[in-house]
Nanobody, 121 residues
Framework: QVQLVESGGGSVQPGGSLRLSCAAS????????MGWYRQAPGRQRALVAV???????NYADSVKGRFTISRDNAKNTVYLQMSSLKPEDTAVYYC???????????????WGQGTQVTVSS
């Protein structure tokens, strides 16, 4: 069974920084893209940033220049460094990994449980 476990959320003042981590564990054959999504109250879940296995990154316009996504393939871990945080960044942040479990031929999306990020003075 595959699990994605997130850490690093919390409360911070505007202009502050946080670093989120997400580690994939279990019987994994391979991982393709890994990314972060967020969902604010009353809104749909939306892409924040994604990084492919080759290291190509893509960001939502609202976070470009402030957030940096990276990954450690040896640890099956993805990170999101968030700087210059704004109140509108407040949301539950979810980790996503498109991966193939061991013994499977299919690439499937997997999700973490979510971690709350609150930006408030």
């Amino acid at each position: 069974q595959v699990q994605l476990v997130e850490s690093g959320g919390g409360s911070v003042q505007p202009g502050g920084s946080l670093r989120l981590s997400c580690a994939a564990s279990g019987s994994i054959f391979s991982i393709d893209a890994m990314g972060w999504y967020r969902q604010a109250p009353g809104r749909q879940r939306a892409l924040v940033a994604v990084v492919t296995s080759a290291g190509t990154t893509n960001y939502a316009d609202s976070v470009k220049g402030r957030f940096t996504i990276s990954r450690d393939n040896a640890k099956n871990t993805v990170y999101l460094q968030m700087s210059s945080l704004k109140p509108e960044d407040t949301a539950v942040y979810y980790c996503n990994a498109d991966l193939t479990p061991s013994g499977s031929y299919y690439l499937m999306p997997h999700w973490g449980q979510g971690t709350q990020v609150t930006v408030s003075s």
